[in-house]
């Protein structure tokens, strides 16, 4: 018999076999379907551009669904969830996701209530300082009576 494949021959072969078989391993990882939990965890973070004040997921128009669709192919393509967030975020506005994505408007969103509350407590207090300060209206006791007056003095004396 004649050996058509000398051994190191043979040996490199099964070398690049295994290599390419190695290397095509991750392209199965990503082949696996993304269910709609997956869809839905992003899509809870999201709101509708449509629709005031609801999420995607909770969202029942064509509109929404198209969308979270569009999430499941961003996804299923590699992108990772704030691709996928940024994306909405350049095609719809800032609406779409519940706090500013740029950090100065975020600490605007967050520090003006802040310093709102802050302020109507400190001008509280100074004008419940200022009005314990004030002195009241002395009210006349009944040494100030003893001033001779005609009218109270009768009304004294017809009490009596």
């Not at 072969?13 to 199965?28: D, E, I, K, S």
């Not at 899509?43 to 969308?67: H, I, S």
């Not at 996928?84 to 740029?102: K, L, M």
Request: hydrophobic share 45%; with cysteine; charged share 20%.
């Amino acid at each position: 018999m004649i050996n058509r494949f000398p051994p190191a021959r043979l040996r490199a072969c099964a070398l690049c076999f295994w290599l390419l078989l190695w290397l095509t391993l991750p392209a199965y990882a990503q082949t696996e379907p993304i269910t709609d939990d997956d869809v839905n965890v992003l899509a809870n973070r999201l709101y509708c551009p449509v629709c005031p004040n609801e999420t995607l997921d909770a969202c029942r128009t064509e509109a929404c669904a198209q969308w979270r669709e569009d999430i499941r192919v961003q996804l299923q393509a590699g992108a990772t969830e704030q691709q996928v967030i940024d994306t909405f975020v350049a095609r719809f506005g800032q609406r779409v996701v519940g706090n500013p994505q740029d950090p100065a408007l975020r600490a605007l969103a967050v520090g003006a209530p802040i310093l709102l509350a802050g302020s109507a407590v400190i001008v509280g207090v100074l004008t419940f300082a200022r009005w314990r300060g004030r002195k009241g209206i002395e009210t006349p006791t009944h040494a100030a009576s003893s001033v001779d007056d005609p009218y109270r003095t009768q009304i004294e004396r017809d009490l009596e």
